[in-house]
Structures are given as C-alpha cells and as structure tokens.
C-alpha cells in the first residue's frame, strides 16, 4: 500500500486559536459536531447510507461550513431520507421522485451563495431522474449531487435499479439481464467538473471526496457505492460489502487542503499533482497503481469503459473540470443573491412595460 506523504502546515498567527478550538472541540466557526447532526435514522441497520450521512457530518464539521448557509434536497427512497440525518439546522427541501435537480436549479439561482447537497438514489438519478440529472450537469450548476448507489430499490422492496449488475438474481425480483447504467460515465458525457466514485465502507476516503466537492465551482458528482443490507447484500454483488471490501481499487488517493492553510510540501517533486479549485483549495493527488490522470476527460471515460467490461470497482476521483463556468456565472448573477434584491428592482417599471408593448403593435 503506498503511503500518502505527511502535510505540514506552516506556522501562523491563527496557531494558538485552533489549539483552544480543538481543546473545545470546537471547529472554526465556533460549532461542535453536534451542530452538524439531524434527526436518528429509521433506516435499517447496518445501511450504507447512514454511514455517508455521518462523513457529510464529518466533511462539513471539519470545513467550517455553516448550517444556515446549507440547502439539502433529495427526491423519493431509501437514499432521499438522508437528508433528515444531518445538519438539522440547514435548509432542506424533499421533492417529488426524479424531480431534485430543477428544484435545486430553481432554489440555488434564487440564492447562489447556499452550499447545496443533494442526496439521491440509483433509482431516484439513473431511471425517472435521468434526464433531469443530465440538464442540471449541462448546466453546472454548483452543488455535490450525491448518489447512494445500491442496485436496488430499497424502499419499495428490492427491484433491480437502472444499476443493478447484469445476470444478478435476487430472491423476489429474479434474473436482471439488462446491463447497467454507469452514472459516472454519464456524468462526464454531460460535461460535468467533477466525478468521483467511492465506497461507503471507507469512510476516509468518502470524507476527502465531499471535502473537496464542496469547494468545487460547479457541479460535483460522487456516485458512492452503498450496500443495501436488506435486498442486496449477497457475496457476489458489486454493491455489497464483502465485495467491495475484497475489490476496492483505488486510481489514486488525495488530500484536500482548505485555502485558508498553507502548506510546505516534504517530498520529492512530481510525486504528487496538485489541482486547484475555484475557491483556490487544491487537491493534492497520489496515483496508486495506474497512472490515472483525472483532468484528461478521455482517459477518466476509457477508465469507466474498462472497468465496466471488465467488472473492475475503481474508487477515487475519475475526472476533474475546475475551468467551467457555474451556472451563477454564466447567468451573470453578481455578488447579491436574487432573493436578496428588493422587489423594487426585480420588476420592470410600469413605462418599461409600456414601451415593450408599444414595440409589439
């Protein structure tokens, strides 16, 4: 196993207050853990979703994130009840199935400067939400777009989902023999910045994907591997967790680096390469065993196509885009959030109105 080289922060005036804040256990906004946590799950135990909730907790604890400064959105299953398990003190909003994506698209050009995290299924993206899910990527709006990816429809008692393997059999659903739909491969056709898959069994790495998805400009994919204990969880299933534990191959590992640190690197150079987002936060990548380059769109596809021939589990981050524009800056939006423009500013004025009529006679 290669080892990750050790990150030394520089010496800062800021030192001795997150000496005191971490003697508090406070992070560095001033909030506890506890400030990050919702409500107690009803999910079966043992669900992989539950644990991907708890490193959304840890991601946003460790960043500083604000709750008030947060929008979760899911749509309809299993997955979409995440959101109920963490950051209770944040904005969430749970939609109709396969409709997350226009509601996030309408409530994050309403205010751009939200954190938006929208948590959906295998089922709730790759079936009914499909085209909604490619729209939103088209249009890059900003927000980590996670998918709690089991194979199955969890909440309506274990049928196939669009991602279920090829000649899998379950007990009530029989025999699947229509191949799956990778949504990481989707993701990058529809032009989006940043896909990642991950395993919700490694909590590490899942921590450092949303970490870092959350810096990202535009629109982030983690597409998260989530064993369904109920209905899914034979042996021989790609989205259980003996198997995924038995066949994890990571293209690379990474740290993230908030903007706020400085670093000093203590190792050789080229032994690690560094991509920076919007926020100026960098990602510092290891490759571990394939020279995987994620900022090449057609190696990140050719990666995807082999592993899915080959029925490979590759974790990591696939493909990174940080030059897109957002939707926010496409649409020239500015620094002032819609909903924060006074009423009188937003309408046209009675003679604006007047004269465009005039113009259409």
Sequence with gaps: MTTVPV???AASSEAPARAASAAKKLNIIGLERI???????????????DSIASQIITACYE???????????SGIGCSSK????????????????????????????????LYGIGVSGDGDTGSIGLGNFKHMLRRNLRMVY???????????????????????????????????VDLCLEAIAAECGFVARGFAGDPKQVVALIKAALAHGGTAVLDIISPCVT???????????????????????????????EIRMEFKPGEMKEVELHDGSRILLKNLDQSHDP??????????????????????????????????EHENL????????????????????????ASMA
Aim: hydrophobic share 35%; net charge positive.
């Design 7 to 9: 990150v030394k922060l």
């Design 35 to 49: 400030d990050y946590k919702g409500a107690d799950s009803t999910l079966c135990a043992g669900c992989g979703h």
């Design 63 to 73: 960043m500083g994130v604000r709750p008030e400064r947060m929008i979760k959105l």
């Design 82 to 113: 995440s959101p109920a398990y963490f950051m209770s003190r944040s904005f969430g909003i749970n939609t109709l199935h396969g409709r997350m994506a226009p509601v996030a698209t309408g409530a994050l050009t309403a205010n751009h400067k």
């Design 146 to 180: 996670i998918i709690e990816n089991n194979g199955v429809y969890g909440l309506t008692k274990g049928q196939f989902s669009a991602t279920a393997d090829i000649g899998q059999e379950l007990r009530h659903a029989g025999r699947n023999d229509l191949p799956p």
């Design 231 to 261: 209905f899914n969880n034979k042996d021989e299933s790609t989205k259980s967790y003996s198997w995924g534990k038995a066949n994890d191959e990571r293209i690379n590992d990474f740290t993230f680096v908030p903007p706020q640190e």
């Design 295 to 328: 900022t090449d769109r057609n190696a990140a596809m050719n990666l995807l196509q082999d592993a899915r021939e080959n029925q490979l589990f590759i974790t990591g981050l696939i493909y990174v885009n940080p030059n897109r524009e957002s939707l926010a």
């Design 334 to 357: 500015g620094d002032t959030p819609l909903v924060q423009i006074p009423n009188e500013k937003l309408r046209p004025s009675r003679e604006s109105l007047q004269k465009i009529t």
